[in-house]
């Protein structure tokens, strides 16, 4: 049984089908890529998953505590509470705030503090406080920006942020992360860097991750299985093998063929 | 934990201090009943705007209403405390004029804060119209001529526990679990959805509790100048609100503080310049505004805490 089935997803905006059709599942901590020419898409289908976006046809349905559910029409943030977290293209971090607390953010719905007992400072107030400020610390020690929990966001270097918000979206304890070309903007340096981490994050936390990336190095080291996307449709799926070796996919990246 | 009860000592100590000096002052003479009206009215401005800069400065929508919210306050209390002319009076006053202010915002905010920037503000700016042209036109409120020989059950002690208390309830709220999630929205809506942030909701709790704030505001207003009527809110004093909020740094309560003691005493030193006053005042702020367009303080905020962990950081380093 997969844990997110998509089904025949579809989004027209007026006559553009932007994506169509597009079926695809992710099983249980498995680490899938989603790669394609640029404006196959891509980001147009994490938007559908995520909720950002409300899909034209087609269902998205994900396996939870209460068995397979559709998230279509379901808001973002209501998508992010089922256990599917994501980062974005562009670093969308809440940039004048600190580093932890942009990670208590999102422990938002895991934190139990009431509105009363904010307000007067009660004890157990405190006591809520400092546990979520250990769990903080020690999410960020796993990425080691244990040290920067007192820096505002916009303040940290392109990569860290990079990372932060890796670790903003894990803080809201997913069970699906999507990743949005992570390596953008990296130098082979950060990108191997990088792929480490993604490895790292698999492992320590067990859960599914999908990435769209351009680096094919990094693609073809990290991923199990491939997607790739031309023009709105899923054109070919596989393992790295099976895609450096599809005749459709190179057709899609160099031209020619037909 | 011990650290915690540390700071808020220290902040209880400052709170009491600062009373205990206006009362000595007021006792010496140094502060006649011309400087006591003025603290009184810096004190309600002071609540007026530290709750729109909740609105505005922490959850990021712009809003102009903040006048509406304020006369439902003055007027709940006026009502009450006419029929009911005792300390128990004003309080149940308070907390009508809190109620129904509360509750016009839940009903306003749940369709006008999916609107953003200007037009929010153009939205909120009519809802406080509508409420200003109702006042003028029930009998209860005595429509134009408003309501007067209200009991004045405020001075500026109330006054004072009141600009604390709702001090506390702001900066306490901020910093709390429903506080952060303001913040972020205000930050970037969609990264906040996407980490299970439901926008609306904290957005809607901000303006709420804003509203009701600032109703208390308004209820001081009523039970210390002792005469409302409705152009006392129109939306000139919605805009004089904003001005100390902008004035003082969008989204810094201490910057709210100074902004409005700094108009307060602007205001009463050009008392003398007769016409030329407003002249005078509208060039004062101008010139902050060309020469510190983030506001006096920018986002900058006074803390006990900080003021010890750098005294201590500073004694190790020596």
């Given at each position: 049984m997969p844990l997110l089935d998509v089904k025949d997803l579809t989004k027209n905006f007026g006559g553009?089908?932007?994506?169509?059709?597009?079926?695809?599942?992710?099983?249980?901590?498995?680490?899938?890529?989603?790669?394609?020419?640029?404006?196959?898409?891509?980001?147009?289908?994490?938007?559908l998953l995520t909720g950002v976006i409300i899909p034209s046809e087609g269902t998205v349905s994900l396996q939870t505590d209460k068995g397979l559910q559709v998230?279509?029409?379901?808001?973002?943030?209501?998508?992010?509470?089922?256990?599917?977290?994501?980062?974005?293209?562009?670093?969308?971090?809440?940039?004048?705030?600190?580093?932890?607390?942009?990670?208590?953010?999102?422990?938002?719905?895991?934190?139990?503090?009431?509105?009363?007992e904010s307000i007067f400072r009660l004890p157990s107030f405190y006591k809520k406080e400092a546990a979520l400020h250990q769990q903080v610390v020690e999410l960020l020690s796993i990425f080691k920006m244990e040290n920067q929990l007192t820096t505002l966001a916009r303040n940290l270097p392109y990569g860290a942020q990079r990372r932060l918000e890796i670790v903003r979206a894990l803080a809201t304890k997913p069970k699906i992360l999507f990743l949005?070309?992570?390596?953008?903007?990296?130098?082979?340096?950060?990108?191997?860097?990088?792929?480490?981490?993604?490895?790292?994050?698999?492992?320590?936390?067990?859960?599914?991750?999908?990435?769209?990336?351009?680096?094919?190095?990094?693609?073809?080291?990290?991923?199990?299985?491939?997607?790739?996307?031309?023009?709105?449709?899923?054109?070919?799926?596989?393992?790295?093998?099976?895609?450096?070796?599809?005749?459709?996919?190179?057709?899609?990246?160099?031209?020619?063929?037909? | 934990m011990k650290k915690n009860l540390k700071y808020n000592a220290i902040w209880l100590a400052i709170a009491i201090l600062g009373y205990v000096l206006i009362y000595a002052l007021e006792m010496v003479g140094v502060i006649d009943q011309f400087a006591e009206t003025t603290l009184v009215l810096i004190g309600i401005n002071i609540i007026l705007a530290t709750s729109l800069n909740l609105v505005i400065g922490f959850s990021g929508q712009f809003s102009l209403g903040h006048a509406g919210f304020m006369a439902l306050g003055a007027y709940s209390?006026?009502?009450?405390?006419?029929?009911?002319?005792?300390?128990?009076?004003?309080?149940?006053?308070?907390?009508?004029?809190?109620?129904?202010?509360?509750?016009?915002?839940?009903?306003?905010?749940?369709?006008?804060?999916?609107?953003?920037?200007?037009?929010?503000?153009?939205a909120t700016m009519g809802v406080a119209e509508i409420i200003r042209i109702i006042l003028n036109n029930l009998k209860i409120t005595n429509g134009p001529a408003g309501l007067y020989n209200i009991p004045m059950l405020a001075n500026w002690?109330?006054?004072?526990?009141?600009?604390?208390?709702?001090?506390?309830?702001?900066?306490?709220?901020?910093?709390?679990?429903?506080?952060?999630?303001?913040?972020?929205?205000?930050?970037?809506e969609i990264a906040a959805e996407s980490i299970g942030i439901n926008t609306t909701k904290y957005k809607i709790i901000a303006f709420v509790l804003g509203a009701a704030i600032a109703s208390i505001g308004g209820a001081l207003h009523a039970n210390y100048i002792q005469t409302i009527n409705p152009t006392d809110f129109g939306i000139m004093e919605s805009i004089n609100i904003l001005i100390i909020v902008v004035l003082g740094g969008i989204g810094s309560i201490t910057g709210t503080f100074v902004a409005a003691f700094l108009l307060g005493i602007l205001d009463m030193i050009l008392q003398n310049?007769?016409?030329?006053?407003?002249?005078?005042?509208?060039?004062?702020?101008?010139?902050?505004?060309?020469?510190?367009?983030?506001?006096?303080?920018?986002?900058?905020?006074?803390?006990?805490?900080?003021?010890?962990t750098h005294k201590k950081a500073k004694g190790d380093a020596e």
């Open positions: 553009l089908a932007a994506v169509s059709d597009v079926t695809m599942h992710l099983d249980n901590n498995e680490l899938v890529a989603l790669i394609g020419p640029n404006g196959a898409g891509k980001t147009t289908l994490f938007n998230l279509n029409k379901q808001k973002p943030y209501k998508i992010a509470a089922e256990g599917m977290a994501r980062t974005f293209q562009n670093i969308r971090l809440f940039k004048d705030l600190t580093v932890e607390e942009n990670v208590l953010i999102a422990m938002t719905d895991k934190n139990k503090e009431g509105f009363l949005d070309e992570p390596a953008a903007g990296m130098n082979p340096e950060e990108t191997a860097d990088l792929t480490r981490l993604i490895q790292q994050i698999q492992s320590e936390f067990h859960i599914t991750v999908l990435l769209i990336e351009h680096d094919m190095s990094l693609v073809m080291n990290l991923a199990e299985r491939i997607y790739v996307l031309e023009y709105g449709k899923l054109i070919a799926e596989g393992t790295p093998k099976e895609i450096q070796g599809n005749q459709r996919v190179i057709n899609a990246y160099l031209g020619g063929g037909d | 209390s006026a009502l009450v405390t006419s029929a009911i002319p005792s300390v128990g009076g004003f309080l149940l006053g308070l907390l009508v004029g809190m109620i129904v202010a509360g509750i016009v915002a839940l009903v306003v905010g749940i369709p006008t804060l999916r609107l953003n920037g200007d037009y929010l503000a153009i002690s109330t006054v004072y526990v009141l600009v604390v208390i709702t001090t506390l309830i702001i900066v306490n709220f901020v910093h709390s679990r429903n506080g952060r999630a303001v913040m972020s929205v205000r930050e970037d310049f007769g016409t030329l006053r407003m002249v005078l005042y509208s060039l004062a702020l101008i010139l902050i505004m060309v020469f510190k367009p983030s506001g006096l303080l920018g986002t900058w905020e006074f803390s006990v805490r900080r003021l010890f």
